[in-house]
């Protein structure tokens, strides 16, 4: 079975296009307002016409012919033509009345040229007997004019009007009522044909004022598959981009003002404690001691950096999502960067009493992406582990080998993230809670790690519940010919188990 065409750059088939629809439809009421034309002129002349009087032609035809025998029984110089006339104007049938002295009397028009000759024949035999008798024509009616005993004429009537004849008597009955039936049906065509497609083009036109108006919800009626449904179609699609899109500006629009609310909250912390120990330092009348004066300008460094740093990681998450600088794209040994993100956090897990282990499985062994920026990445999502891990906790760093990728993941026993907050973890600036708030951390890590993951082609995620929660960074797997086996930083196949118990109870 057929599909009917309904994509969006395809044509209906012709019989279901509006443009064809419209031509036949006028072609079939065209057609039906001639055939209703014709009927009614047949029934009009029909009417008009009247009975035959006598019942038949040659009931007809003799009872002119004894009336015509009468009349010049009594005139002989009978006015033949103004008696018929006056006798027969209102019977609609022509007749013709043929003298044997040649004379020719017509209550219509003139006959035929066969007629003629029919009746000259006819008259010449009913005069002279010895002639043969013509052969008889069915339907047209005849009889003799006797007079005295001998045939003076001869009475024909057609079986039917002559089409002048039926013209001039019915012209101009026929000229108004054809005019009539075709304005009749010209209307209901247009009705019947134009109206459905204007009442769909009406409902688009109020649906493109209420978009216009911004109501982006209202949709146009997709019935048919004609012309119009196809525009409405395209109009309805345009239309759910646009709520799209508006939906997107609006989020865009929110998220810039929630940055800009962050980053005056980020920064007006650094920047009050600079102002307040400035503003300390430079009185003149107060007097300081060296390591008092040299403490406060330590936290004045302090805060500094800490500006730094939120500036410097809202550039790099800017020039990240706008995929701008350039990667370093090699193998990288998952044991180095393990290494790395102990020797980095160490400390700070032993002062929390945190254990911290690392592992990596067979074939897991080496990863694809720039060392520097995934470095990066785990220190970040480590850093924002570390912070939520209470004392005595533990946090691990694993190499799972996929299929077709490299899992990394970084897991805790935390206190875990809430499910309605696990879709948001990602975004800038966004804190869990207001306990997490008060937390040191920019609320940048987990976003530039999420930055840094897709511009490497991989991607994240994250999983919680109540004392666990892991975050799995997903990478491809390095073309076996780019690893040399050489490589001093590529660990021993089999697998690897980096473990620094940072502090054991």
């Not at 209906?12 to 072609?27: A, E």
């Not at 204007?198 to 019935?223: F, I, K, M, Y």
Request: aromatic content about 6%.
């Amino acid at each position: 079975m057929d599909e009917p065409a309904t994509n969006e750059g395809t044509s209906p088939r012709w019989y279901r296009s509006l443009y064809w629809r419209i031509g036949i439809g006028f072609v079939v009421f065209l057609t039906l307002v001639l055939s209703v034309h014709i009927a009614f002129m047949v029934w009009m002349v029909d009417r008009a016409a009247g009975p035959m009087p006598g019942g038949s032609a040659y009931r007809f035809a003799k009872i002119i012919a004894d009336d015509v025998g009468s009349g010049l029984a009594r005139h002989q110089q009978l006015d033949l033509q103004q008696h018929v006339r006056r006798r027969y104007a209102q019977v609609p049938h022509p007749f013709f009345l043929l003298m044997t002295d040649g004379r020719l009397v017509s209550s219509a028009a003139q006959p035929e040229a066969s007629l003629m000759q029919f009746m000259r024949n006819e008259l010449r035999r009913r005069v002279q007997v010895k002639l043969p008798p013509e052969p008889i024509r069915p339907y047209i009616g005849r009889a003799s004019i006797i007079v005295d005993g001998n045939v003076v004429g001869l009475v024909t009537v057609p079986p039917r009007a002559p089409l002048m004849v039926v013209l001039g008597r019915f012209a101009p009955r026929l000229a108004i009522s054809g005019l009539v039936v075709l304005m009749i049906g010209t209307v209901l065509a247009a009705t019947l044909i134009v109206r459905s497609p204007r009442r769909r083009l009406n409902a688009l036109q109020e649906v493109t004022r209420r978009v216009a108006a911004g109501d982006l919800s209202a949709r146009a009626p997709e019935q048919g598959e004609d012309e119009i449904a196809a525009l409405a179609r395209a109009f309805n699609t345009m239309a759910v981009e646009l709520g799209l899109r508006a939906e997107q500006l609006h989020a865009a629009d929110h998220a810039r003002r929630q940055l800009l609310a962050d980053m005056c909250h980020e920064l007006s912390t650094p920047l009050t404690a600079i102002r307040g120990y400035v503003e300390v330092l430079l009185m003149r009348d107060v007097s300081f001691e060296s390591s008092a004066r040299e403490r406060y300008l330590g936290i004045i460094e302090q805060e500094t950096h800490r500006m730094q740093r939120r500036i410097a990681d809202l550039l790099d998450l800017a020039r990240l999502e706008a995929e701008g600088g350039i990667l370093a794209i090699q193998p990288v040994s998952v044991a180095q960067l393990f290494g790395y993100v102990v020797a980095m956090h160490g400390s700070d897990c032993a002062r929390k009493q945190i254990a911290l282990t690392t592992a990596a499985e067979p074939g897991a062994e080496t990863v694809v992406g720039d060392p520097d920026r995934l470095e990066q990445v785990l220190q970040n999502l480590t850093a924002n582990a570390i912070r939520h891990t209470p004392r005595d906790g533990r946090i691990e760093l694993r190499a799972l080998a996929q299929e077709k990728s490299v899992d990394l993941t970084v897991s805790d026993t935390g206190e875990g993230i809430p499910p309605e907050h696990l879709p948001r973890v990602f975004d800038r600036f966004y804190k869990v809670d207001s306990a997490r708030a008060g937390r040191s951390g920019s609320g940048l890590g987990l976003s530039i790690a999420k930055a840094i993951t897709e511009r490497l082609g991989g991607a994240i995620a994250v999983t919680s519940r109540p004392g666990e929660t892991i975050f799995k960074v997903k990478l491809p797997l390095p073309n076996p010919k780019d690893v040399s086996a050489e490589d001093p930083g590529a660990p021993e196949a089999g697998e690897t188990s980096l473990s620094y118990p940072v502090w054991s109870p």
